[in-house]
């Protein structure tokens, strides 16, 4: 296994595998008032937005969120907010993939660890947009998780309503903190792979089971490799999945039609890959590979990848 610190032509593929427009106003970055201190001290955090690409004959132009607030809650239960918005900011999630985000939010929060982080979406302002040019609602379920892998499990949605808003409130649980050195940010990607459930052509609403990464900016890296047949022909829609060391499936991608993939939002440390030939998503989605050797549903690589932050690690290449 060898580092690469650019992207180089396989990252250029993988980059390539859904190239999508947007119509979204940018919302800029947003502060709220300080809080009040927790842990002794304030940091100024930075909230950045992204996704993955979708596979291809997943014909999206758009996934618009319309985002009404967004809060921390710390070790105590506490809550911290990050952003409110008078009316709902609504950004294009597949206008900033595989590594790309967009600027979300910032503000000055109490210096100390943090158990969650939550995205308030209004339902009503978010959309998806076809290639055809057919805008749909996109309602947020709060379904069970339904990965192979586990991914979602992390991610909860419940009702968040007020008498101007029907909202949802996306919360990703798992512990980072903010420390007082530094400019401390949050990368999240929605990952529209895992949290969206195609539907019929011509459907009025499309539905998601939201299922978010979440690395500290600074502090991660990413993987890229290629998926080959036993002719070394690269397999398609086979999906690879990072587990981290206490088993947790932390980021998951797919293969284009050269095997290339690319799993980005992934904070440093150890993890394993497995390859799934037959896979469903958080949301319920079914995917099966084409062009794979092997019948195993899925496989573990069997070499741990060391993710530096900063970095692109670039992985064998992987025999299915």
């Not at 060898?2 to 119509?23: D, E, H, N």
């Not at 290639?131 to 998780?145: E, Q, Y």
């Not at 079914?286 to 990848?305: D, E, M």
């Amino acid at each position: 296994m060898k580092r690469i610190y650019g992207f180089g032509a396989l990252v250029a593929v993988v980059l390539s595998i859904c190239a999508c427009s947007s119509s979204s106003r940018p919302i800029g970055i947003v502060p709220v008032a300080p809080n009040d201190v927790i842990g002794g001290g304030h940091n100024k955090l930075l909230i950045r937005l992204g996704d993955v690409a979708l596979p291809s004959g997943v014909n999206l132009t758009q996934v618009n969120l319309g985002i009404v607030a967004i809060y921390l809650t710390d070790a105590s239960g506490r809550r911290v907010n990050v952003a409110q918005y008078s009316s709902p900011q609504v950004v294009n999630v597949l206008q900033y993939q595989n590594g790309s985000t967009f600027p979300l939010a910032s503000a000055s929060v109490p210096t100390t660890t943090y158990s969650s982080m939550t995205l308030v979406i209004d339902t009503p302002s978010s959309s998806v947009l076809t290639a055809s040019g057919m805008k749909t609602r996109l309602v947020f379920r709060t379904l069970a998780d339904q990965s192979s892998a586990g991914f979602g499990i992390t991610t909860t949605t419940a009702t968040a309503s007020s008498s101007s808003l029907s909202a949802v409130a996306i919360t990703f649980r798992h512990g980072f903190a903010v420390a007082q050195s530094g400019q401390p940010s949050l990368d999240v990607d929605f990952n529209a792979f895992e949290s969206l459930l195609p539907v019929p052509y011509a459907s009025a609403v499309w539905t998601a089971r939201a299922s978010l990464s979440v690395a500290q900016a600074g502090l991660e890296g990413a993987i890229t490799g290629q998926v080959v047949n036993s002719s070394d022909r690269g397999v398609q829609n086979a999906v690879v999945v990072a587990t981290d060391t206490s088993g947790k499936a932390v980021a998951s991608s797919f293969t284009n039609s050269y095997g290339a993939f690319l799993l980005h939002t992934l904070a440093r440390g150890s993890y394993k890959l497995t390859v799934y030939n037959k896979y469903t998503t958080a949301a319920g989605w079914h995917i099966a590979a084409s062009g794979n050797t092997k019948a195993n549903t899925s496989f573990v690589v069997p070499a741990s990848v060391q993710v530096v932050p900063g970095q692109t690690i670039f992985v064998e290449t992987i025999a299915d």
